[in-house]
């Protein structure tokens, strides 16, 4: 496993200001291709959910395509930028909220000081999980990245709070950008 933390942990000064508004989930090309693929993804899995969540929302593409899909979906939306009921970081936030049928963690894990904390406190409002994040990035620089990895540290990570990956989507970006996503959908 090649799990690697990047920078030192950053300040909640610091963190205000990274994330003071929402981000664009379309605003580059290969977001766009991982967007489209998560919730299709998300789709394959939604049966008889009726209520999602997601506190890392950005501008929440994903979570409002599959209301727009879905029609019955009851959204908890949230994000460390202002804008929505919860907000401020999702070690929080999510404790802010009670149980729901699936919860969406896309693009996150990788900006997070625990991420093995935080995937057991999603383990604790939820049965079912879609995941996405950047594996085998080979750029170093990315201000907002704290942790570099494989899909088999996210997959450890999974294990140890209890989920079980039922169906894996590697979104292959190299030599265009810096790393492949990985996205999961998890019970």
């Known amino acids: 496993m090649t799990r690697k933390q990047l920078r030192p942990f950053p300040t909640p000064q610091q963190l205000s200001q990274l994330y003071k508004k929402p981000h664009d989930h379309w605003l580059f090309?290969?977001?766009?291709?991982?967007?489209?693929?998560?919730?299709?993804?998300?789709?394959?899995?939604?049966?008889?959910a009726s209520e999602i969540a997601d506190l890392s929302c950005g501008d929440a593409s994903i979570a409002k395509r599959l209301e727009h899909e879905?029609?019955?979906i009851r959204l908890f939306l949230g994000d460390y930028a202002p804008g929505y009921k919860f907000t401020g970081p999702i070690e929080q936030t999510i404790d802010d909220i009670g149980f729901v049928?699936?919860?969406?963690?896309?693009?996150?894990?990788?900006?997070?000081?625990?991420?093995?904390?935080?995937?057991?406190?999603?383990?604790?409002?939820?049965?079912?999980l879609i995941l996405?994040?950047?594996v085998g990035e080979q750029l170093e620089d990315n201000k907002e990245h704290i942790?570099?990895?494989e899909r088999e540290d996210v997959e450890d990570m999974l294990h140890k709070?209890?989920?079980?990956?039922?169906?894996?989507?590697?979104?292959?970006?190299r030599p265009q950008y810096p790393y492949c996503f990985g996205i999961w959908a998890c019970q």
Request: aromatic share 10%; charged share 25%.
């Open 29 to 48: 090309k290969d977001h766009l291709t991982r967007v489209t693929k998560t919730i299709e993804v998300a789709n394959r899995h939604l049966k008889d």
């Open 70 to 72: 879905n029609f019955d």
């Open 101 to 128: 049928d699936m919860f969406i963690c896309s693009e996150t894990l990788e900006h997070l000081i625990d991420p093995d904390r935080v995937l057991a406190q999603i383990r604790n409002h939820t049965d079912f």
């Open 132 to 134: 996405s994040t950047p």
């Open 147 to 149: 942790w570099q990895w």
């Open 161 to 173: 709070a209890t989920f079980t990956p039922i169906e894996y989507v590697g979104l292959e970006m």
